[in-house]
DNA sequence: ATGAAAGCGCTAACAA
DNA sequence: TTGTTAGCGCTTTCAT
C-alpha cells in the first residue's frame, strides 16, 4: 500500500458544486452577507455541513479579512496578563473573531518583530500590552490595522487606548505605608531606560506615582527605587541589594506581584520575616497574591475589565476606523493583605 | 485635508519593478532559493530594503507555506505552560518560524475549535499541549498538519510526543512523603471523564502513578482522591473536602503546583500550618513553588527541555513529514522544599 | 541564471 | 436573487 496523499481540502468550489449553485452563493452563505434567499442558504448550509467544508484563512486574507485578532503580551510569566487576555476572549465569545497571541519573551524575540509577524499575517485587528514602541512607531501601526493599546499613558488619535490610573495606585501602596507608620518605603521598578518612554510606560509612570506621593508625605529625602525588572529574579536581586543598604527599609513597594514574589524569596533567604521585619506590597493583584501562607497586600487593577474594554473598542474600531479614539482609564484600588503592617518598633 | 487612504503595502512587483528584475527573482531571493547570481541578489535585497518590503503571510500561504507554528494551550494561567512556550520558542530562534498562541480558556473556547482554527491559518506545523481530543482526532489533525503532541502518553505512527513520565513523578512524591512516616497521603487529580482518555492524559497518568506508589507501600487503603481541576479554584476546594474529613489526611499530593496554591490557601483559612499540622507537595516545579515563604516540595518535569525537544521534532517533521514518528519521554526529579516534612506525633 | 505566466481559494464588482 | 469573472500577492513550473 503506497502512501495515500492528504486528501485535498474542501473548497468552496467543492461546495458550489455539491449544491449546485455559484462559488458567490457559497460565499455570501459563509459571510451571512445580504441577498440570499432562504432556499438558497439551506441547500448551501446543507452541503457544507456535509462536505465538512471550512474557510481557508490564507484565502480569505487575500481579499481583506482573515477573522484574526492578534494579541501582542510582553512576557508570558507574569500572571496578571492572563487575566487581560481572559477578559478580552470571553468579550469575544460569539463572534467570529479568533485571537492569537504573539509574545516577545523578555526580549529574544522582540516586540516589534512579533507586532510585524502580526501584520504581515494580515490581523483583522491588534492589541499591544505595554508595548515599548516609540509613539510614531504605534501610530503608524495604527494606520495600518485597527488597534487597541493597553498600558500606555498616551492618547493617540489613530488608537484607542486602555490604562490603569497607576499613578493613583502607586499612591495607595504609599500612603497604606505611612499612615502605618511607615519612613523608609522604597520601591522596585521596571527599568525604562528612553526618558521619552518614562512618561508614558505604566512601570515608570507607577515609579513616578510613588516619587510623588513620597513627597506629598514629606518623605521625599526617603525616596528609594531600584530599577530592574518585573519579573521574580528582578525582584529577587533587588531585594538583595535593598536588604544590604547600611539602613534598609521598613517597608518595599514593588511595582508588580511578580517582582513581589522574588523579594519575598530575598526576605526569606535574608532570614527576615513579613511582615513584622519588614512590610512589602505589590501590584496588580493577581491571584497568587491572595494565596494564603502570602497574603499579599496588593493593587487591583481589573485585568479581565481592561481586557473587555479594550475588546469592545476594538470592535468598534473595526467596524468604523475613522471613528474618534477613546481614551480609558480605570481606577485601582488597594487590597490589603498580610505583608503589610506598622514597622518595627 | 481629507482622509488619506492607507498607502498601499509594498508587494513583490514593486520591488521587482524598482530593481528592474523579475517578481520570480525576488521570490528566489526572500526563499534563499537556488539558482540566484550574487549580483541579482545584492539588487533584489538593496530594493527590498529600500522599499521596506515584508512578504504578506496570506499570499504565501495560498502558495503552500505561512511560515508560522500554532501551539495550543489549555490554560494560560497554570504557570507551568510558560516554561514549553519559552523552551518551544528559543528552540525556534534564528529560523523563519513565528509562533502564535492560541489558548482555549478553561473551556469556553473549546479545544477543537481553536485546533481548527490554528488549522484554518494554515500553520505549518503545530503543537497541542496536553490535548484533550481522542486518538483519532489527534491522527486525523497529524496527517493534515506536521504536529508534535505534549503531555500525551501515546505512540501514534502520525504525530510526535513528548512525554514527562508521570507516573514515575507520582510515584516520586508518595515515597517521599511515605519515607517520611506519612500513610494517610491524599491526591488531588485533575478529573477526567472519558476512560479512554484517563490512561493517556498526564493528570490521569499522574493519579493512577499515586494509586500503583501507594499500593506498593502497602497503603491501599489509605488511597484517597479527590477529582477537581488543575487550578487555583479547583485546589482550593479539593483541600477544603479533605480537610473536612472526619480524619484529615496528614499529606495531600496535588497533581499540578497551581493546585497546590489553593490549597495552601484552604489550609492557612483553617487554622492549620505547613508542614506542621499537614504536609503538602506538588507537582511541575514552577517558579511559584520556589517562593521564600512557601517552599513547596515539588516535581520537576523540565519543562523548557521538553519545550525545545518538541520545537526540535517538529522541525524535522516540517522537513520529512514520513520519518518515523518519535516519543519522548523525560524523567522527572523530586524537589524537597519546606512543606513536607513528618506527620504530627 | 532569468523571466513569463498560471494558479492557489476566496470576495466583490458587475451582469443577467 | 443568482452567476460570471477579475483579481488579491505570492510561488512555481516551464521556457528562454
Redesign the pocket.
Known amino acids: 500500500m503506497e502512501p495515500v496523499a492528504p486528501p485535498?481540502?474542501?473548497?468552496?468550489?467543492d461546495v458550489?458544486a455539491h449544491a449546485?449553485?455559484?462559488?458567490?452563493?457559497?460565499?455570501?452563505v459563509?459571510?451571512n452577507?445580504?441577498?440570499?434567499?432562504p432556499?438558497?442558504?439551506e441547500r448551501v448550509t446543507a452541503a457544507i455541513t456535509e462536505l465538512g467544508?471550512?474557510?481557508?484563512t490564507?484565502?480569505?486574507g487575500?481579499?481583506?479579512?482573515t477573522y484574526t485578532i492578534g494579541m501582542m503580551l510582553p512576557d508570558l510569566r507574569n500572571p496578571f496578563f492572563p487575566d487581560i487576555v481572559d477578559g478580552f476572549v470571553q468579550q469575544l465569545d460569539g463572534t467570529d473573531y479568533q485571537v492569537l497571541l504573539g509574545t516577545s519573551f523578555c526580549g529574544h524575540e522582540p516586540e516589534s518583530r512579533v507586532t510585524d509577524a502580526l501584520i504581515d499575517r494580515g490581523m483583522d485587528g491588534m492589541v499591544l500590552v505595554a508595548p515599548t514602541a516609540t509613539r510614531a512607531q504605534l501610530n503608524h501601526t495604527a494606520e495600518t490595522v485597527p488597534m487597541v493599546v493597553i498600558g500606555r499613558h498616551t492618547r493617540s488619535a489613530h488608537h484607542d487606548t486602555v490604562v490603569d490610573d497607576d499613578a493613583l495606585g502607586a499612591a495607595l501602596i504609599v500612603d497604606h505605608l505611612a499612615d502605618l507608620g511607615h519612613r523608609r518605603i522604597a520601591h522596585i521598578e521596571h527599568r525604562e531606560n528612553d526618558a521619552t518612554l518614562a512618561v508614558e510606560m505604566p512601570n515608570s509612570v507607577r515609579a513616578e506615582g510613588y516619587r510623588r506621593a513620597m513627597r506629598a508625605r514629606g518623605l521625599t529625602d526617603q525616596i528609594d527605587v531600584v530599577s530592574t525588572s518585573y519579573t521574580e529574579e528582578g525582584g529577587y536581586s533587588a531585594a538583595q541589594r535593598l536588604l544590604n543598604r547600611s539602613t534598609r527599609p521598613t517597608a518595599i513597594f514593588a511595582g508588580a506581584d511578580i517582582a513581589a514574589m522574588g523579594v519575598l524569596t530575598a526576605i526569606t533567604e535574608a532570614g527576615l520575616t513579613v511582615p513584622d521585619d519588614i512590610s512589602l506590597a505589590g501590584y496588580d493583584n493577581t491571584r497568587f497574591a491572595a494565596v494564603g501562607p502570602i497574603g499579599l497586600t496588593s493593587v487591583d487593577q481589573a485585568g479581565r475589565q481592561i481586557g473587555a474594554d479594550a475588546a469592545a473598542l476594538l470592535l468598534q474600531r473595526i467596524a468604523d476606523r475613522d471613528r474618534a479614539s477613546a481614551f480609558v482609564s480605570t481606577s485601582p484600588r488597594l487590597v490589603v493583605r498580610r505583608t503589610t503592617a506598622p514597622p518595627p518598633a
Open positions: 485535498r481540502r474542501v473548497t468552496i468550489i458550489a449546485n449553485v455559484s462559488t458567490t452563493a457559497v460565499s455570501k459563509i459571510r452577507a445580504y441577498g440570499v434567499s432556499a438558497m442558504r467544508y471550512r474557510p481557508r490564507a484565502a480569505r487575500m481579499r481583506g479579512q
